[in-house]
């Protein structure tokens, strides 16, 4: 089975500080994407990457950053966090081609609370 | 600006009856649609998938449907059962792009 797993369900920090958000996959898929939900606006789509080093933006990328320095670590950095990125993110990874185009597979979320 | 539309963010369905959750989207680029899962405390699972050169597609209780000329598509439950309660994610996308655009949700909660 494919895993995800991000490293933190739970996080609380304060407004400024610098956070770093962790996913890895143990299926080497080449994408690998965040996601934060919210609300009334289902997942929108931060940042993706095709391949190690490689990152390009999704819809909302303003006030993240990503790294993808090896093919199974994707972070997600907040330099500084502002409460209105409280919210749960989700981290997915998926293989091209596979015969479920756009299959997605998800971690269990880091839900990040900004005071 | 919304690109895939769920109006509805919840439903409620006895069970043994049929669900249907609704979705409509805008961009006429999108030629690939699929619905996600997602219960409490867990990341979505993908559940269906449909390409634009279908108009249903079936897998057990599951059902999507597409209606292209209209930019929309639904999803039927039938039966449903307790274990269907939860949230239900439209998505879309441009074959290829492997960019999913996700709906709002809906909220599916079946009462025994």
């Known amino acids: 089975d494919v895993k995800v797993t991000q490293s933190s369900r739970y996080l609380v920090k304060r407004t400024g500080e610098k956070v770093f958000l962790e996913c890895v996959q143990d299926?080497?898929?080449?994408?690998m994407f965040w996601y934060r939900q919210d609300p009334g606006l289902g997942l929108r789509l931060i940042y993706f990457s095709y391949d190690v080093k490689m990152k390009e933006k999704g819809d909302i990328p303003e006030g993240y950053s990503v790294s993808r320095e090896k093919k199974e670590r994707f972070s997600l950095i907040l330099e500084s966090a502002s409460t209105n990125q409280t919210s749960m993110y989700l981290c997915?990874?998926?293989?091209?081609?596979?015969?479920?185009?756009?299959?997605?597979?998800f971690g269990e979320g880091s839900r990040l609370t900004v005071l | 600006d919304q690109q895939v539309k769920q109006n509805s963010p919840s439903l409620s369905v006895q069970e043994g009856r049929i669900s249907i959750l609704n979705c409509d989207y805008t961009?006429?680029?999108?030629?690939?649609f699929l619905w996600y899962k997602k219960y409490p405390a867990e990341g979505p699972t993908f559940l269906i998938s449909?390409?634009?050169?279908?108009d249903k597609n079936e897998d057990g209780r599951f059902t999507v449907f597409l209606n292209k000329s209209a930019k929309h598509l639904s999803l039927h439950i039938v039966p449903s059962q307790p274990g269907d309660s939860a949230v239900y994610f439209c998505?879309?996308?441009?074959?290829?792009?492997?960019?999913?655009?996700f709906g709002q949700g809906t909220r599916l909660t079946i009462n025994p």
């Open positions: 449909i390409s634009s050169i279908k």
């Open positions: 961009n006429s680029m999108f030629d690939y």
């Open positions: 998505a879309a996308m441009i074959q290829g792009a492997q960019k999913l655009v």
């Open positions: 997915a990874s998926s293989y091209p081609g596979t015969v479920h185009d756009g299959e997605l597979f």
């Open positions: 299926m080497d898929h080449e994408n």
